[in-house]
């Protein structure tokens, strides 16, 4: 196999990560403190809402721990003229060649967070399959969105 794409994310895509881990682990816990005032008020034993809270509580923040530094430390991208390199997972590593001839549309998206921290996302469409490179400076989401959209134009010019 080649080597690995260079291209890496922006370094705050690791605090987002860790942003949308911390809002996940608020969740659990309204719905943990939801599940216990049910199983109190039915009369229930409350005690297995303690212990199923906590287990998910526990992977969770093991998440929070693990996964946006291995996540950072593994996606890379590249763009060359025939196609876009993807490579990134935490426990599964994928590595994704996408030909930009089936490349059908590009673009960038934004939600709250991302926007905060001054990223995008760049989601490449192709028939069957999206594809995504979160976590890139908006400068840089343009860019690279223009660009795999120019490219994907003149690899259907040749075709």
Request: proline share 4%.
């Amino acid at each position: 196999m080649s080597s690995l794409p260079s291209h890496r994310l922006d370094p705050r895509m690791m605090r987002v990560w860790c942003i949308s881990d911390i809002i996940g682990i608020a969740v659990v816990a309204v719905l943990a403190v939801a599940a216990w005032f049910i199983v109190r008020h039915l009369g229930g034993d409350v005690f297995w809402v303690y212990l199923v809270a906590g287990i998910v509580e526990l992977i969770c923040v093991g998440d929070l721990l693990i996964s946006p530094r291995v996540e950072m430390a593994t996606w890379r991208y590249d763009v060359t003229p025939t196609d876009v390199d993807l490579y990134h997972g935490v426990f599964t590593k994928k590595r994704v060649l996408v030909p930009l001839v089936r490349v059908q549309h590009v673009q960038t998206k934004q939600g709250p967070i991302l926007r905060a921290h001054g990223l995008a996302t760049v989601t490449i469409s192709t028939a069957g399959e999206s594809f995504e490179i979160p976590g890139l400076a908006e400068t840089d989401a343009n860019e690279l969105r223009d660009r795999v959209a120019e490219l994907a134009r003149l690899a259907k010019e040749d075709v």
